[in-house]
């Protein structure tokens, strides 16, 4: 796709989508290694199993609003960047996922022919 002025709008700064998305947990992780913070302390805090923080922290399961609560409450980080942050991660995720794209595009072709 390329515009009049000949520059594809995908190549513009403000449009570049990173190659990798960026899961909270791994912001979350930096940020308790940063403050020293165990694991297992954290979790015990927030009332959750050290399995489960680490598979947040890990990127293996998603910051539900519940989560990210928690995560305010005990580490004072705002709950609403890290939901963002997941829903950023899940867009991009979702659109790099090749057989969903083709989904997508067959729904279109159903949906334009009405």
Known sequence: MITLEGVDPRMIANN???????????????EIEYRGLSQRKLAAQMGIS???????????????????LLFEAALGIDAGPLLALQADYDMQTAKS???FLERLANIRKIVAML
């Open 97 to 99: 996922d090749k057989s």
């Open 16 to 30: 570049l989508t990173p190659y990798k998305p960026t899961h909270p947990g791994e912001i979350l992780k930096d």
């Open 50 to 68: 050290p399995t489960l923080l680490n598979e947040i922290l890990n990127g293996k399961r998603s910051v539900s609003t519940q989560y990210a």
